[in-house]
């Protein structure tokens, strides 16, 4: 592509070819004054600039409207086109030292002549070093925007992966829960038939959060925290009182925007591996504070604890850190501190939203 970069380099080619003649024609050692050397200087610019402009504006459209099938010819075919832009250039080089009238019109061909050697020589030498540069300034070129093509395409699927994984493990958990909450359901229906007509809202909110996950990928605290405290309150019927819990969060971290159903998935892997397996159920604590430019999540319990370092790819909280990571381009945190009696799973994310990207 023709850029006033590329402008840039073909006029340092033209001084650099000016030079180069005036230093092979004698213009440099010469013993006249400089005040006589200048109009042999004055020259060699005329001749670089006519063939270096030529060489610079025709060889970009030459080089791609015949293109050659092998390097050879590609070089051969580079060569002849040269040589016939040079001659060329002579010609146009005369015509501007008879306009400046450091040349007669009779000594048109007498110039002509004596300057093709010159010419071919620098013009030749000039003009395939540019040729070799810009080729693999291009290649170059290519490389750097074919690479960043197959990074921006492995991210987009390092994305959609992360999501595939999201609706896999939702797949799989929904059955489950559903399960348990009609079981749930079917025991209230006729002992609390306003206690299960509670927990059939509280599964449609569930559900309509799940379904809106597509659309709204980032939803405000307090709606996420609404449909925590509805999958607590539906587990609650199922274990009573093993399962013991807490929400606490300032009001004005309400508007915050969080990842849909991060803070589910999070309590639903407490409930699942802290309050299932033992007979005393344990106690969740879900607190949201707002720290220096972000907002702090924490989801505790005193459950038997686990290797946090030890979370396989596609488990929930695997899952929740890798859309962290994705969803605001990591600028969020995500932690576990887990021992037995204790464990806390926390997020800090920035107040501003996901990023742009």
């Known amino acids: 592509m023709v850029t006033h970069r590329y402008w840039g380099r073909i006029f340092t080619v033209i001084v ?13 050692v010469s013993p006249m004054p400089w005040s006589a050397r200048w109009i042999g200087l004055l020259t060699c610019l005329v001749y670089s600039t006519s063939i270096g402009g030529l060489l610079g504006l025709m060889m970009p459209p030459i080089l791609s409207r015949f293109p050659c099938p092998t390097r050879l010819t590609r070089w051969l075919s580079r060569l002849a086109a040269t040589a016939i ?31 093709l050697w010159i010419s071919f020589l620098v013009g030749t030498v000039a003009s395939l070093a540019a040729t070799a540069y810009e080729t693999m300034r ?4 290519a490389a750097e925007i074919a690479l960043k093509t197959k990074q921006l395409e492995e991210e ?38 306003a206690g299960a007509e509670r927990v059939v809202g509280q ?7 799940s379904l809106d996950g597509g659309i709204v990928p980032l939803v405000r605290l307090d709606e996420e925290l609404g449909v925590v405290r509805d999958y607590l309150e539906i587990e609650r019927v199922r274990f009573g009182d093993r399962l013991r819990y807490s929400i606490e969060a300032p009001q ?27 007979r005393g159920g344990a106690a969740i604590a879900v607190r949201g504070t707002l720290v220096d430019g972000g ?26 850190r890798n859309r962290l990571a994705m969803i605001f381009d990591g600028r969020a945190t995500f932690a576990i501190d887990s021992a037995p009696g204790s464990t806390c799973v926390s997020m800090i994310l920035p107040l501003d939203g996901a990023s742009a990207s």
Not at 258 to 276: D, G, I, M, Y
């Open 295 to 320: 907002l702090r999540l924490e989801v505790i319990d005193d459950g038997p604890g686990f290797d946090g370092a030890a979370i396989p790819e596609g488990h929930g909280l695997a899952l929740v």
């Open 85 to 115: 832009l040079i001659v060329l250039g002579c010609m146009l080089a005369g015509l501007v030292l008879i306009v400046i009238r450091i040349s007669r019109p009779d000594e048109y061909w007498v110039f002509l002549r004596g300057s």
């Open 252 to 278: 004005r971290a309400s508007p915050a925007l969080v990842p849909r159903l991060a803070l589910q998935t999070l309590v639903e892997n407490c409930v699942k591996f802290a309050v299932s397996p033992r």
């Open 156 to 193: 987009q699927a390092r994305k959609l992966a992360i999501e595939a994984q999201l609706a896999a493990l939702e797949s799989r958990v929904h059955p489950h829960f559903l399960f348990n909450t009609l079981n749930s359901i079917s025991a209230l229906v006729h002992d609390d038939p």
């Open 16 to 28: 650099i070819g000016a030079l180069a003649a005036f230093g092979l024609l004698g213009g440099l």
């Open 138 to 141: 291009g290649e170059l070129d």
């Open 203 to 209: 599964l449609a909110s569930i559900l309509r959060s």
